[in-house]
């Protein structure tokens, strides 16, 4: 089955610094989703995006289906972006998410 | 509007029992997935409906775990005989059919076997 990979598994960032998160996917996918996990377990859509490029607010995510990656930015980070933000992929039409393992980030004041 | 709602939010339960857990997808979603997180773990997933088609129970663990959805619409997931390695929050998601795929999770159940 397709494998997912997310980089780095953890990081830890001061409050108004930016980062990086990198989701690699070992076939062709039809469906990438990003998702913030919040400290309640709560899952949290934050872009479907199986290709091209999405902004929201301080996130925004790009994906080369092409070259099976999509990259998580997330820009001025708060202590409230804390949590793990997990990569899911589908390869095709209504097929369950295989999600990768989450980048778990902490935010420090 | 409402979004994809799970009950009980938490459940204790002794080894052995059998539980049921139970999802409301959002209004018109006609596809729903269960999926189960054990501590400190990734998702996994567990079994798909999708309108009356047969469901995808490939992700099913044993068969102790069973699941049924009612009227295209309310899901119950219920695990007989509970063991403890079956402890794990159990989320529910859904989308608006299978060419939509963006999925929508619910809060999930936190389900304890002591």
């Known amino acids: 089955g397709i494998q997912v990979e997310q980089s780095p598994p953890d990081l830890i960032l001061q409050e108004g610094a930016n980062s990086t998160l990198r989701c690699n996917f070992s076939?062709?996918?039809?469906?990438l989703q990003w998702f913030h996990q919040n400290p309640w377990g709560q899952l949290i859509n934050l872009f479907y995006?199986?290709?091209g490029t999405k902004q929201n607010g301080r996130l925004s995510a790009t994906t080369v289906a092409t070259e099976r990656y999509s990259l998580l930015y997330i820009s001025s980070s708060q202590t409230t972006d804390s949590g793990v933000y997990f990569c899911?992929?589908?390869?095709?039409?209504?097929?369950?998410?295989?999600f990768g393992p989450g980048t778990r980030l902490s935010v420090l004041p | 509007g409402a979004g994809v709602s799970q009950s009980p939010s938490n459940k204790v339960t002794e080894k052995g029992k059998d539980v049921e857990l139970r999802c409301d997808p959002i209004?018109?979603?006609?596809?729903l997935y269960w999926y189960r997180q054990s501590l400190g773990q990734g998702l996994e997933f567990l079994i798909y409906?999708?309108?009356?088609?047969?469901?995808?129970k490939s992700g099913l663990p044993s068969d102790r775990f069973s699941a049924e959805r009612t009227g295209g619409s309310v899901s119950t997931l219920t695990i007989q005989r509970t063991q403890q390695e079956d402890s794990a929050v159990y989320l529910c998601?859904?989308?608006?059919?299978?060419?939509?795929?963006?999925?929508?999770f619910g809060p999930g159940t936190r389900l304890t076997v002591t």
């Open positions: 409906f999708q309108g009356n088609s047969a469901p995808d």
């Open positions: 076939d062709s996918v039809n469906n």
């Open positions: 995006i199986p290709s």
């Open positions: 899911a992929v589908t390869r095709s039409y209504g097929q369950n998410f295989v």
């Open positions: 209004s018109g979603h006609t596809a």
């Open positions: 998601a859904s989308s608006y059919d299978s060419s939509s795929y963006e999925q929508y």
